[in-house]
């Protein structure tokens, strides 16, 4: 029955990135044309070739670069309660989930926020906020990790997401992935127009079209790649803040480490790409992962409970 949940629950995930991206990437057609047209800009002449111009390139790369990436965080909470099959709770289903709604209330009243949405999923051990903006968010929590962990621990824990509603991480994050989306396309089609014009000079126009796409796509993993370690170092940068937050907003920093050190002990649980660099997990850190170590981030909250 359990795998058969798992199952259901993995093909859910894929529809609804499925019909997501699409939808997305119809809406941004749209809006490349429509605001192409209103500039007075042929929009042709931002997918390369001798006739590329600057400004149809440059909206074309803000659209598509951070459309994606807004309309996505717009629709963060919907996405995020379907993807996992989370149910809101308003603490009258029982005493577990009264005390959770209580205490995330008890949270955001100490981080200055508005009430959250809170949500409860089926699960291994996990955590996530999400949300376009601070005093409209969802913090939700699986099953696994209310049963594992003790009310002290998981305290911290909704500390921790509490903390990324309260610092708008959810939206930095969303400008920082979308500007380096703009960036990675512009400069790989900038890049690849000089190529292929440079190529073009006493040559056929097919050799010169096969430069272009071999330098775009050359250019494209390799700028995506140096734009992805940008954004998993922002990451990290920003779950060693949200350890922080929590243990300031718990008064003691004692109850966010027992809550690492609890769940580098517990079978971390799996959550869907748009959601994992929101979630608590990270047992081993690297130059791509969007977590630091747990190892490394006791050692933050050591330091920072010593006052160093």
């Known amino acids: ?29 749209v809006a ?25 390139l440059a909206i074309f790369s803000l659209i598509f670069g951070m459309g994606g990436s807004i309309i996505s965080l717009l629709l963060s909470k919907t996405i995020a309660k379907l993807s996992v099959g989370a149910r809101v709770v308003n603490g009258t289903e029982g005493e577990a989930e009264r005390w959770l709604v209580e205490t995330v209330r008890s949270l955001a009243e100490r981080a200055n926020v508005k009430m959250p949405e809170v949500a409860i999923y089926e699960g291994e051990a996990n955590a996530f906020a999400t949300g376009a903006f601070r005093n409209h968010a969802l913090v939700a929590v699986s099953t696994k990790i209310m049963e594992q962990m003790t009310r002290e621990e998981l305290r911290a824990v909704l500390g921790h997401e509490m903390s990324h509603v309260a610092n708008g991480d959810m939206v930095t994050t969303t400008l920082v992935q979308g500007v380096l989306n703009a960036c990675v396309i512009f400069l790989s089609r900038l890049v690849a127009a000089v190529a292929s014009n440079a190529a073009s000079n006493g040559k056929r126009r097919g050799s ?22 940008v954004v998993c170092w922002h990451s990290r940068r920003r779950e060693y803040a949200a350890d922080a937050g929590s243990a300031n907003l718990l008064g003691s920093a004692s109850s966010m480490i027992a809550a690492l050190r609890r769940l580098d002990n ?13 979630g608590i997990s990270g047992k081993r850190g690297s130059l791509f992962a969007t977590h630091p170590s747990i190892e ?13």
């Open 208 to 229: 010169s079209r096969g430069v272009y796409y071999l330098v775009y796509y050359v250019m494209q993993i390799t700028l995506g790649i140096a734009a992805s370690l």
């Open 266 to 278: 517990l079978r971390p649980g799996i959550l869907p790409d748009s959601l994992k660099a929101m």
């Open 296 to 308: 490394d981030r006791v050692a933050a909250l050591e330091r920072l409970q010593r006052g160093i």
């Open 32 to 56: 490349f044309h429509v605001l192409c047209a209103v500039m007075g800009v042929n929009p042709n002449a931002a997918f390369g070739g001798s006739g590329l111009d600057l400004t149809s």
């Open 1 to 29: 029955m359990a795998e058969l949940w798992y199952t259901k629950c993995a093909m859910k995930r894929i529809f609804l990135f499925v019909v997501t991206n699409f939808a997305v990437m119809l809406v941004m057609m």
